[in-house]
């Protein structure tokens, strides 16, 4: 049977589609992958502007173009996220005047979130959780010929018809069962779609595309919070066991990285984008950290970090392995705002753990902290807040400054409704930030802290959402332009090449300069036994070795 899996997603990363795709290979062998999306090239210009978030128009011809090669399999299989969802619906369409008898299928995050507007599409069937071990019972039937009906994670709609078939969900996958997938596809036969070309074999370069010399991979899945902006507000819902916090063995993980090298040996640093890495248990993180340092010895980063699950063993350990960056998500400095988001995480909390991560600031890149903006129920005061939380925090860091945009069917979408918020005035592009002073400012606060006179001058400028105020287009352009540099500068110090993606890294690797950086460097990048000598009794020091 020809099996057609395609992701819409931004280039060719696609973290869990890639999982789902080494899966059905196995179960299939004529499987083919498809990419459709954008190449991320990391240009100067698209730092400063923060342009990456947007998401590209498809026209008539190019649907067209996609779905002739698509169609000719028996099982077309999609996987997007929200952004994608047009585009989707528009492909599902075209597939099915190519060919009617071809099979269609949606998975990936929108069917989950929003799975009342993904089985309206022109669509068989969508999945609605962790689609493993469901497809492989669903193809099970499917080749048989036998009624695959009542495979649960699935919604299934007869052609003609308009009931839905909706089955009750799966157990999750056990840690055990985790360690049990293959390890993601990471190579070999691919293909990805190139605007008048057509579907072509993917390149190094389109690997160089997306993550430079990074590799992005997920090791634990799960979030104990219930923040109501994020998608996963509708996992738990799903499935309270959500909360937990499930990863594979050690041993899986290693052996994954390992995998990936030897298909791409120019890999020097691994982004974990887990949502809550640092809930791991100490004595699993200082499990991970030995294995890591012996058998990988690469530099590491990590995405998901709550404030309250920042502990600076936790730290210290990783750091020692080779941390070298950490994404925290701080989103608001108001009491207020992070009690309407439901998000645990007080004020006083979010400072401790920033100034643990300070600590370890000459080990490291600068810690990033999320900040959301834009939020049309923020008043003056709690933009005033964020600033003045900003403002204090220990340095160094950098920022990562989103619009607020809300998710379909998450519980943030009934509270901007209930406020009488117009969804439509919030920005479809979450890293476009409106040009605001308040905004300015956060930008100013990346660079340097200014003397406090003249911060509480400029914090008189702030306005509220919605409130008249002047553009600062310009202002808050030029405000990037030394972060930009300083951006570049850090990450070339730590011989860093996966923000900076493209062609660039390969070539200092190629010809030796990264081993040169690393010298240099050596001492100020890891330290070379954990930095605290006092006793921990709930875990076992590692050797020096």
């Not at 499987?31 to 923060?50: A, P």
């Not at 978030?53 to 011809?61: I, L, N, P, W």
């Not at 996987?79 to 075209?94: C, E, N, V």
Request: proline share 5%; glycine share 6%; charged share 25%.
């Amino acid at each position: 049977m020809k099996i057609h899996l395609v992701s819409l997603e931004d280039g060719i990363t696609a973290i869990g589609f890639r999982r789902f795709a080494a899966f059905v290979e196995q179960l299939n062998p004529d499987t083919r992958v498809f990419y459709v999306g954008t190449r991320r090239f990391l240009s100067m210009s698209k730092l400063i502007r923060r342009s990456m978030g947007q998401v590209r128009r498809f026209g008539k011809e190019e649907i067209d173009e996609i779905a002739q090669e698509l169609a000719v399999a028996d099982l077309v299989a999609f996987s997007s996220m929200t952004g994608y969802a047009d585009l989707t619906k528009a492909l599902a369409i075209r597939i099915r005047e190519v060919n009617p008898s071809a099979y269609v299928m949606w998975g990936g995050i929108h069917p989950i979130i929003y799975p009342e507007d993904a089985i309206q599409a022109d669509v068989d069937a969508i999945c609605t959780g962790e689609g493993e071990f469901a497809i492989a019972e669903f193809l099970q039937h499917f080749t048989a010929g036998t009624d695959y009906s009542d495979v649960r994670n699935f919604w299934f709609r007869q052609r003609g018809r308009a009931e839905v078939k909706r089955n009750p969900f799966r157990e999750l996958m056990t840690p055990s069962e985790l360690a049990t997938l293959p390890f993601p596809k990471y190579g070999g036969a691919e293909w990805i779609y190139r605007p008048r070309a057509g579907f072509t074999p993917v390149k190094q370069s389109d690997y160089l595309a997306n993550d430079g010399l990074g590799y992005s991979t997920v090791w634990s899945i799960g979030c104990p919070l219930h923040c109501t902006y994020c998608g996963n507000t509708v996992f738990i819902s799903n499935d309270s066991n959500y909360r937990k916090v499930r990863h594979s063995g050690v041993d899986h993980i290693i052996g994954e990285v390992q995998h990936a090298r030897r298909i791409h040996p120019y890999i020097q640093t691994v982004l974990f984008c887990d949502d809550s890495f640092m809930v791991v248990p100490l004595r699993e993180l200082t499990e991970l950290a030995t294995q890591w340092r012996e058998k990988v010895g690469l530099s590491f980063c990590v995405f998901g970090v709550i404030p309250s699950s920042v502990q600076r063993e936790k730290i210290e350990i990783l750091t020692w392995a080779g941390l070298n960056r950490v994404r925290m998500g701080i989103e608001s400095g108001s009491e207020r705002i992070l009690r309407f988001y439901k998000r645990p995480t007080p004020i006083a909390q979010i400072e401790r753990a920033v100034q643990t991560l300070a600590e370890f600031a000459q080990y490291q890149i600068n810690p990033s902290y999320d900040i959301l903006v834009d939020n049309p129920v923020e008043t003056r005061q709690d933009v005033i807040d964020t600033l003045e939380l900003v403002y204090r925090l220990d340095r160094p860091f950098s920022l990562n400054i989103f619009s607020l945009r809300v998710i379909p069917n998450t519980p943030l979408e009934k509270q901007m409704l209930d406020h009488g918020v117009d969804l439509d005035q919030i920005s479809e592009n979450y890293q476009v930030i409106r040009p605001t002073f308040g905004n300015v400012l956060l930008e100013i606060l990346m660079v340097c802290r200014p003397p406090r006179s003249l911060f509480n001058y400029w914090l008189k400028k702030v306005r509220a959402y919605g409130k008249e105020e002047k553009s600062h287009r310009i202002l808050i352009w030029l405000v990037r332009v030394p972060w930009s540099v300083q951006q570049v500068f850090r990450h070339l110090k730590h011989g860093e090449f996966t923000a900076l993606t493209g062609y660039s890294g390969y070539l200092f690797w190629k010809i030796g300069a990264l081993s040169l950086l690393k010298w240099v460097f050596r001492r100020k990048m890891r330290p070379e036994l954990p930095l605290t000598s006092h006793d921990d009794q709930r875990v076992s020091r590692p050797s020096s070795n």
